[in-house]
């Protein structure tokens, strides 16, 4: 994998490096905030190699990688202007006109989005914080008990406390870089509400306590969540209206100082008290819904996180996640679905390595289902076995249903931050035999659903005496039935001045296009109007059907193999709809580009009528 180039690909199609605010990643994802959405080429993104899917939720443009995720998130960072978990420097002044309006109807999907780039930054946090708890439990428990006495383990404690206590400071970071002011100013004004003078007057119980005559009432904000995403917008406006208003030589005196003043002291008197309740309303509702639907709950939700995770809404839930941590104290039900769902897809994909007949996808499935019971990464499963076989689905929703409502009929709840997986079963502490029983639930209804409803396994075309002629390696051939142009003859510039490369061009006379050579199918674009191979000699060729065909949006258009197969010179790989592109104004001339011949001094021919099958080279 040419990472470098599918790096400079994921750029130049998200929009260019200048349209990037800031590029995150997770376990599978690149993440990106853009300054204008409708910028991206989705369907190109989609049809680079090594791209799996791309979703757009939470205000994220996301680029599902796999395993490829590392490298190529290293080359952007390392090769572009582009900044990593913060965002680009904006004139306070004149923000970017690109954003989509606020409105009634995007309101809601906006709120969220910024609730949850802003807890982003925190989960790392929490999570490290959370499996050091763990630790600190499990050695307490199994090992030494007389360690819980020691000043190490005082010590260790307040590393693991950390994220939590703090957790106002890192939320208020995130908020801050997802507005685009100055994160500084929000963490400041959020650490007033932890400093000691403010704490003691709240451990003294302490009477009459005033900011210039008004009422500050005296609550903990220690793991307070959304006091700090107030606190943080309050800056963010504050900051730019004293940028409009202070005189350019004053501006770094009075703009810092004005803006911690404002938010700092609206944050005793209103946005902490606010906040508090707001969270205290959001944890009324989700115990609400664990003492009365709770077991419902939890298997609707594990169900449903499937089409979630495909469309990163999954992210959007997480910030409640936290608060339930803080308020009551423990999650029973989000947490505890998201774990049952990539037990569900794990189970699944053991259920399809059981009924498949091919060796190698068997393999394939058992690693996946490791991967997501083990380490909690589903997104291989679902884009490479359960979405593309269909049925798997329906076991991955039957799964997570059935062991949601076993798990919380059981009373299954998460005390601590942790992830997702079989390592983080501590983080349930007294409960954990209750999502043991659940899981185990989980993973065989998904299995035996997903073997009862078998998968639709792609099978053998007989091949055409085309296909069935043998070719030498280095053999380019004709793809289709028709005749020949000079590339310089198409009515696109383009192919006619070669920006692609030398080639040749087909006027067609028959519906299949098929392989001009023996290689690999590298790039197959999900509209069909184009794709790739690379030879066993590294030559890579292009073959593109049509011009601006990709307009169609696959309509016209039916692929009959997929990508990353190995073809044969002559094999067919899109069937096309003649008569209906055509009938829509489109010109069928289709080209096939040598894009790289790696030195090689090829000639093809351009002259003539073929048939599939004929030697060009």
Known sequence: MDYKKLAKDIVTNVGGEDNIQVVNHCMTRLRFNLKDNSKPDKKVLEGL???LGVVYAGDQYMVILGQHLLPTYEEIVNNYHVKAGESIDENLDDLS???EPLSFKNA??????FISSSVTPLIPGLIAGGMLKVVLLLVVTFLSPEFAESSSHQ?????ADAPFYFMPLIVAYGAATKLGGTPVYSIVAAAALLHGNYTGLVTEAATNVNLFGINVPLLSYGTSLLPALLIAVVAYYAEKYLNKIVPGIFKSVFVGMGTVLIAGGLAFVVLGPLGNMLGQVIASVFMFLSGTIGPIAVGLLAA????MVMTGMHTAIAPFMTQLLVNPGYDAIIRPAFLLHNMAEGGANLGVAARTKN?????ECISLAIGCIVAGVTEPAIYGVNLKYRKPMYGVMA????????????????????YSNLLALPIFQETVMAIVIGIVATIVTAAVVTYMLGIDETESVDLAEPVKALYPDDAIVAITEGDLLPLTEVNDETFSKKMLGDGVAFK?????ICAPANGQLTTLFPTGHAFGITTKEGIELLVHIGIDTVNLKGEGFDVLVEQGEEVRAGEPIVRVDREKITAAGYDLTTMLILTNDFDHEIQLNNQGQVKVGTSLN
Request: charged residues 15%; aromatic residues 8%.
């Open 508 to 512: 067609l006379d028959s519906d299949f």
């Open 49 to 51: 190699e090594g791209v």
């Open 304 to 307: 449903a996180l499937p089409w």
């Open 108 to 113: 809601g999907g906006r709120l969220i989005g």
């Open 97 to 99: 006109n690109t954003k």
């Open 155 to 159: 010590l260790l404690s307040a590393i």
């Open 399 to 418: 799964g997570g249903f059935v062991g949601g409502v076993v798990a919380s009929l059981l009373g299954a709840r998460v005390y601590i931050m942790g």
């Open 359 to 363: 060796a190698k996808l068997r393999s």
